[in-house]
């Protein structure tokens, strides 16, 4: 078994939370309402995983499967730059997008598929100076939700859900990867899609992802992260701020 990885948020307190970032070899699912800051935190780890070891990073590069037109290559840019102050050194935000690999999945089919490419692409990068260190699908879920509505398909919608999560697993254990999935719930229950204040997944996604995260709008550019469950650590909670330069104390 490979050094476990960990990539930093950004954010001490949410790094401590997660024990000094989030994993290699696992699954971190973040769930929120719409606007809470998930697809934030993914931009942000896609920077921060290309960074060395010293300053948060794995020296690796990110595949991205964008499953709802969110990935902004100007945010990347924000994001650079703030970490360029930060460390005060100098960073090209373009060798960072290049070492960004966007897939957008238009079903969920499609979405499980790329999991595939996103093997043979790491594959392709393992010997290179930037290894495969970081998958994100943003969102997990989106389309399963579009596509599998109604009590009768949600036996089918986890199944394939399931098989998945198993595929992203393993990429993460094959790749030294971290992986980190999106989750949107609701705020208000809605009858007609059974409870999605909870995340979609239920147990299953549960039993799957090894670290769960829920995030939520605070004062201002103030977010709160808590840690539901976890291996090895214990529950907590982590103020974070959005900021232009990006995720922040
Ligand atoms: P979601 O959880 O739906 O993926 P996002 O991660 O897209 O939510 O968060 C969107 C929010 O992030 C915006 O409402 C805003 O508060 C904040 N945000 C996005 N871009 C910036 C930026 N450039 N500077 C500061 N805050 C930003
Ligand atoms: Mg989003």
């Known amino acids: 078994r490979q050094h476990i990885g960990k990539i930093k948020t950004g954010c001490t307190e949410f790094d401590e939370m997660m024990g000094g970032g989030i994993e290699s070899q696992s699954i971190t699912e ?14 942000q780890l896609a920077v921060n995983v290309q960074l060395p070891e010293e300053q948060g990073g794995l020296e690796g590069s990110v595949i991205i499967i964008d499953t709802e037109n969110t990935f902004r290559p100007d945010r990347i840019q924000q994001m650079v730059e703030g970490k360029a102050n930060e460390l005060g050194i100098e960073l090209d935000y373009e060798e960072f997008l290049k070492n960004i690999h966007v897939a957008r999945a238009f079903n969920s089919n499609h979405q499980i ?20 260190r970081l998958m994100i699908v943003d969102s997990l879920t989106a389309h399963f939700r579009a596509e599998y509505i109604g009590r009768g398909t949600l036996a089918d919608r986890q199944q394939k859900l399931n098989k998945h999560l198993h595929g992203l697993q393993r990429f993460a254990n094959l790749n030294n990867s971290a992986v980190l999935v999106t989750n949107q719930v609701m705020s208000k229950p809605d009858a007609f899609f059974g409870d999605p204040t909870k995340p979609i997944g239920g147990h299953i996604l549960g039993h799957t992802a090894t670290f769960r995260l829920y995030i939520r709008k605070s004062k201002g550019d103030k977010r709160i992260v808590k840690l539901i469950d976890s291996p090895n650590l214990p529950e907590g909670e982590a103020v974070l701020s959005v900021t232009r330069d990006g995720i922040v104390d």
């Open 30 to 43: 973040i769930y929120g309402e719409f606007g809470s800051g998930k697809t934030q935190v993914a931009h």
């Open 113 to 132: 598929l790329l999991v595939d490419s996103a093997m043979d692409l790491a594959n392709e990068l393992k010997d290179s100076g930037k290894p495969v």
